[in-house]
């Protein structure tokens, strides 16, 4: 269960006082109706540490004004600022330039804006766009607004019983007409990481650009999208202990250039006329309006305090936990788990023999337990494996094994209720 395509870093991660790391994040001292929270929600929204607090509450004390739009002080500071957090995530994802790096209000968004500034300039009647079964919502939706408007056409990589793109499918589905691919890193409602660098290259050998939904890699995995050679990568701060409304969309610059802008306004433009209007150099482009300033350090401050930690530490330790928690509830009479990749994130979905994933939820909530349950913007996987929805634990590197035990507790407790 573990990643050949991964580096791990299994002996630092050992040496590293993960206790003390958990001790970093305030809400998890929280008490459900008495009960010890155990937070296992993490790929809807991981939990922010005291760190990237302390740098929100500075910038909001100490640094807060507009960006790019006067000379005094505190505008100064601020763009400094939002200039140097896009630096952090250029380091973060090692992308060659920072312009290469957009500010948006996370994944969701950032798929839009590569949907609307290429895919409405670029994709035409005819077209073939590919994506595969295991996407997020936010990666089918906007192309097949687009396939609609456009007369374009959606191609489906299809998965095996484990929760595996098939590969071979995927590279027979190319053509002359083929014009793009989005392609999910890693599934949020399996955990499957998926083949990306093969899959890009050979999009490449037909010259079709693949955007890459990283809104479950980056949290987990280390990503280098020069390595990668991907044309765009996307993903989201609150997912990497970062807060909401902020993510970020990398593209190569050239991509990015040849685009035309998803939203207009004030900063994207270099001049305006009422005859006409030429547009800013990237990434300004595509930052209409005041961007979030203080999430985006925050989400600076969440990806150094990342890096500090060692995403390739972090990957040994979640891969452990998850092979733990597999381990538990594969012994479980009842508990089927959905999803069996041989490369996976520390995401479990299950479903309980006669029991619905809500009243799951509901139960293990009383329990202090935070599951999610549902389809997880996932409805082709759920229709692929043939159930409404599931329950779906998703770790982080501040959980520990005895959370997975009282998991387990839990399921049986909803066990002895309902059967
Ligand atoms: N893609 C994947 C794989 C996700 O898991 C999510 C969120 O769960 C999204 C996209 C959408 O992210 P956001 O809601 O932050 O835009």
């Not at 630092?12 to 296992?40: C, E, M, N, T, V």
């Not at 489906?156 to 053509?175: M, R, S, T």
Request: with cysteine.
């Amino acid at each position: 269960m573990n990643s050949a395509n991964i580096s791990l870093k299994p002996e630092i991660s050992s040496s590293l006082d993960w206790g003390k790391i958990r001790a970093d994040f305030p809400i998890l001292q929280l008490k459900i109706d008495g009960k010890p929270l155990i937070y296992l929600d993490n790929a809807a929204s991981s939990q922010m540490p005291q760190q990237v607090i302390d740098r929100l509450v500075r910038y909001q004390t100490t640094q807060h004004a507009n960006i790019n739009r006067a000379v005094h002080y505190l505008s100064e500071v601020a763009t400094l600022e939002y200039h140097n957090a896009r630096c952090k995530l250029q380091q973060f994802i090692n992308a060659r330039e920072d312009r290469e790096v957009i500010f948006t209000s996370g994944t969701t968004d950032s798929i839009n804006l590569v949907m609307h500034g290429y895919g409405r300039k670029f994709i035409k009647a005819g077209d073939e766009i590919i994506l595969t079964t295991l996407e997020h919502h936010s990666n089918i939706v906007p192309w097949q607004m687009l396939a609609e408007e456009k007369g374009a056409k959606i191609r489906v990589v299809p998965i095996n019983d484990k929760g595996e793109l098939e590969v071979d499918k995927y590279e027979k589905l190319f053509n002359e007409r083929t014009k793009f691919v989005g392609l999910i890193h890693v599934s949020n409602a399996l955990g499957t990481i998926n083949p990306i660098k093969s899959m890009i290259d050979f999009a490449h050998r037909y010259s079709v650009p693949v955007l890459i939904d990283g809104a479950q890699a980056a949290p987990h995995i280390p990503i280098d999208v020069q390595a990668l050679d991907c044309d765009f990568y996307a993903f989201s701060a609150h997912k990497l202990c970062g807060p909401t409304g902020v993510g970020i969309l990398y593209g190569k610059a050239t991509l990015l250039e040849a685009m035309q802008p998803f939203k207009g306004g004030g900063d994207m433009i270099s001049s305006v006329t009422f005859e006409k209007t030429t547009y800013n150099t990237i990434p300004h482009k595509f930052e209409a309006g005041t961007p979030p300033i203080a999430a985006a350090i925050g989400f600076g401050a969440a990806v150094e305090y990342l890096t500090a930690i060692g995403i390739e530490c972090i990957a040994a330790y979640e891969f452990d936990l998850l092979e733990y928690a597999t381990e538990r509830l594969s012994e479980m009479p009842g508990v089927r788990i959905i999803g069996t990749a041989a490369e996976k994130t520390a995401v479990i979905s299950f479903t309980i023999a006669g029991v619905h994933p809500h009243d799951v939820g509901t139960i293990l909530n009383q329990d202090g337990i935070a599951v999610r349950t549902g389809h997880h913007c996932a409805q082709p996987i759920m229709q692929r494996f043939n159930v409404p929805a599931t329950s779906r634990a998703s770790f982080a590197f501040y959980n520990k094994k005895s959370e997975v035990d009282a998991l387990v507790a839990g399921i049986k407790t909803v066990q002895k209720i309902f059967l």
